[in-house]
């Protein structure tokens, strides 16, 4: 652990740490561009100058120097000063003035740090260079004459989004970061690229020219789009969100969001149910909730119903909707919609057990019908991270691109029993084995009882040196798969077992993916925001709010308890989803114990305690004993990443990205 | 670059090089040259690899050679690395071309200690020749580039043409150069001054000339 002194502070810093790091140990801010704590250290943008004794007596990058003992860093000295607004000019030199029309002020490192850092004017006055503009896809705005070399956007795309396209041709002068031969970068990770520019090269095409960061009101929300539980914040200006930004954290997203966390919420403000409908004569009619409430009260139900929960729900929501069907009489709820029927009688063995940061410290990892990269792209950069470490990858499955190499053992669940020897030899000798099942495989009978037994053989729960280790995991899609099951939203035959109650009226709470066709002589009540499948379907349908215009908690596939924020309200007399139970159980005649949004979460804790908590729940490791003989090939349930709920596919930006990135489909010009 | 060379259409490259593929023998030493870098470096094969595919390229077109787009992605394919690295490494080095030149690439240079002695001159010589800087000759022979330092400073002002350097020119040797290679002959490469072998001191030897017969000690004379 080497001491140094920064400015005359005395600091200890870990081994191998930098001396930018000991800096702001000390409390010290270090101006950088290129340097960032998640990718390689480059050393080249020179902003971080500081002052080293003993070394020469010049300037040192402190983001590339470490930190060694004995060492005195001055950051205030003249000799600082003068480095860096030294580096600061030479770094305008081809950078343009041009900052009342780039999309970057306000939250532009390279401004801020001319303010901070800079001498206030310029020497140069020979021509700046010009560079022409680059496309990288439907996601990423480029002014490529502001870039200033960071290669941050290099670096992210070959270390954290593992598609190497984007690197820096030509040199000198004439070097230009681009991506290769100026086609689309096809990641499903490329948005973090514009949070990482530092300056105005890289900006977000889907909020071009929307608003200036002052004018956003910025509330913390946790994303839908796929079990991850991406911490987000969403930037809104009146009635909507213009934009979803990432926040850290550690423990589940790091600092980066996919594309879809990011940019689907133009989908918010198109497509929306805002009033309630009604089908009469075969056609759905325009309604006020009176109307609506009094036609789902006409069919009289009796205890003949039953509920559907849909992917994005929070947890609130299934909660109210639970209970309004037990004090009707009926236990019939379930969260799975296409059909699922895994055993769920102990929630450890459908969690992802080895956590979402701890799977970076996996030796041995075998996914088992998942593709990461589609149903939880930030999974797959943990696994990537696992790799770096000296994880080996195997996979059963149809082989597509991970984006990192897998062993493919075949696509045949039969595997799962009588695994290659080589293989078999590794997981017995990993110090931390995994295996991660995804929700292809849960569909294969028998899967999930033939990897709990792998799990068993290669004792792939245990005491390790570094705590407790459990190795099974399995990756959902929904993000609120995890909080239903909590709720109790499964039935032991899924969602046949609804189907084969026949009951007289059924809720869709926001379940697009159901196939409604089996409850023909249903009546159906969508509740939910979109008008997509389920809206389609409805007898009834009754607008509610979507995940930005209401408080929630969700729970992700770790089991990790969050809390997202209300940014802005729900359009025209769409209501939030627990508001439009509890009026509707009082025209049922079956009152739900709660008038405020408190109430219910209260009541919702008072009944699963755990969801009260935030952080991991702990489940207790007592897996089932589940035939286990599986076979067959598996299929992934994704077939289009960008497309995979109601407010995606209601989004352009979404429509985009699947057309141009996946079906290949010409690139629609701008319209600028 | 203003003077940049016309990299041909993307669509057009492919139709003419998708098919590329080493031959036999180049293959034979590309193997060699991978194998010179330990298991799990190959990458670091990429500069050699895309110089026999370039002069491959020249055999082919009968002239300089240059890196269309697919082989250089067929160079990257055999090294197990993603495109966009060795194109980076193509587009770096000047000695890779990224558009067509001639049968005869010449590299003038006109960095300061070229520039004092002569490469003017030099330059005018090629332009009297109907030579344009970062253009092929109608005729597809020279291809004229402006580089700079070949570190051949001893023997300025000079040329590279190919393979060749051809130094201590003026515009006479280096008109007689390019009327050479133009009518199939193969100049003497190397220094053009009369006498002179390499780049030992014009006219003889300069400082420790008690050296040359026999040898000499100087320690008493300091
Ligand atoms: S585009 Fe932005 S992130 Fe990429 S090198 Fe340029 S300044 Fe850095
Ligand atoms: S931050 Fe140190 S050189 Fe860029």
Partial sequence: ?672 | MADAAHIPDEAETRARWGGFAFTAENLAKAQTYIARYPEGRQRSAVMPLLDLAQRQVGADTQTQGWLPVPVIEYVAAMLDMPFIRAYEVASFYTMYNLAPVGRFHVQVCGTTPCLLRGSDNVMAACANKGLVKGKTTPDGLFTLTEVECMGNCANAPMVQINDDNFEDLDYDSTTRILEALAAGESPKPGTQIPGRHTSEPEGGPTTLKAMVDANHDYRGEW
């Fill in chain 1, 1 to 672: 652990m080497p001491k140094l002194t920064v400015d005359g502070i005395e600091v200890e810093v870990p081994q191998g740490a930098t001396v930018l790091q000991a800096c702001e140990a000390a409390g010290k801010e270090i101006p950088r561009f290129c340097y960032h704590e998640r990718l390689s250290i480059a050393g080249n943008c020179r902003m971080c100058l500081v002052e080293v004794k003993p070394g020469p007596p010049k300037p040192q990058a402190s983001c590339a120097l470490p930190a060694m003992d004995n060492q005195e860093v001055r950051t205030n000295s003249d000799m600082v000063k003068k480095a860096r607004e030294g580096v600061m000019e030479f770094m305008l030199i081809n950078h343009p003035l041009d900052c009342p029309i780039c999309d970057q002020g306000g939250e532009c490192d390279l401004q801020d740090q001319s303010v901070a850092y800079g001498r206030g004017g310029s020497r140069y006055d020979e021509n700046k260079r010009a560079v022409t503009e680059k496309y990288m896809g439907p996601i990423i705005k480029t002014a490529m004459t502001r870039c200033i070399h960071c290669t941050r956007c290099v670096r992210f795309a070959e270390e954290v989004a593992g598609t190497e396209q984007i690197g820096a041709v030509g040199r000198g002068e004439n070097m230009q970061i681009t991506s290769y031969l100026e086609k689309a970068v096809s990641s499903e990770l490329s948005g973090n690229v514009i949070d990482l520019c530092p300056v105005g090269a890289l900006t977000s095409r889907p909020y071009a020219y929307e608003a200036r960061p002052w004018e956003l009101k910025k509330t913390l929300g946790i994303d839908v789009m796929d079990a991850v539980g991406t911490n987000i914040r969403f930037d809104s200006r009146g009635r909507e969100v213009l934009r979803v930004l990432p926040r850290v954290n550690d423990d589940v997203n790091e600092e980066w969001a996919h594309d879809k966390s990011r940019y689907a919420v133009d989908g918010l403000m198109r497509r929306r149910l805002d009033r309630p409908y009604v089908r009469t004569n075969g056609k759905l009619v325009e309604a006020t909730w009176a109307q609506a409430f009094e036609a789902i009260a006409a069919v009289n139900a009796g205890s003949s119903v039953a509920a559907v929960a849909g992917d994005l729900l929070d947890c609130e929501t299934m909660f109210a909707a639970r209970e309004l069907l037990a004090m009707m009489g009926s236990s019939l709820i379930e969260g799975r919609q296409t059909g699922l029927k895994y055993d769920v009688s102990s929630l450890a063995a459908v969690n992802f057990n080895s956590t979402l940061n701890g799977i970076e410290t996996a030796d041995a990892i075998l996914l088992v019908g998942t593709n990461p990269r589609w149903e939880a792209p930030l999974v797959n950069t943990r696994i990537r991270k696992a790799i770096k470490h000296g994880a080996k990858i195997y996979a059963i499955g149809a082989e597509i691109d991970l984006t990192y190499k897998v062993a493919w053992l075949g696509n045949d669940m039969s595997l799962l029993g009588k695994l290659p020897d080589g293989v078999a030899e590794v997981f017995k000798g990993a110090e931390r084995p995994a295996l991660i099942m995804g929700g292809g495989a849960l569909g294969v009978e028998g899967a999930m009882g033939a990897a709990l037994v792998l799990v068993d053989t290669f004792n792939m729960v245990r005491d390790t040196e570094d705590g407790a280790w459990n190795g099974f995991n399995v990756l959902h899609m929904a993000a609120s798969r995890m909080g239903g099951l909590m709720l109790g939203w499964a039935q032991p035959g899924g969602i046949a077992d609804l189907v084969a109650a026949k009951p007289r009226l059924l809720f869709a709470l926001g379940a697009d993916e159901v196939d409604f066709s089996q409850f023909e002589g249903s009546f159906k009540v969508f509740i939910g925001h979109h008008g997509d499948k389920g809206a389609a379907a409805a007898d009834v349908i009754l607008p509610s709010a979507a995940y930005s215009e209401k408080n929630g908690t969700y729970v992700n596939a770790e089991g990790r308890v969050q809390m997202s924020d209300k940014a802005v309200f729900a359009p025209g007399d769409a209501r939030e989803d627990w508001s439009i139970l509890r009026a509707l159980s009082e025209v049922l005649g079956h009152k739900l114990p709660f008038d405020t949004f408190g109430e219910c979460r209260a009541a919702m804790r008072a009944s699963v305690p755990a969801l009260g908590v935030e952080g991991l729940a702990s489940f207790e490791w007592a897996p089932p004993v589940l035939d286990a003989t599986a076979s067959g090939p598996v299929g992934y349930p994704i077939k289009d990443f960008y497309l995979t709920n109601a407010i995606a596919r209601a989004s352009s930006t979404m429509q985009r990205c699947s057309a141009e990135l996946l079906h290949g489909e010409p690139i629609l010009e701008a319209a600028e």
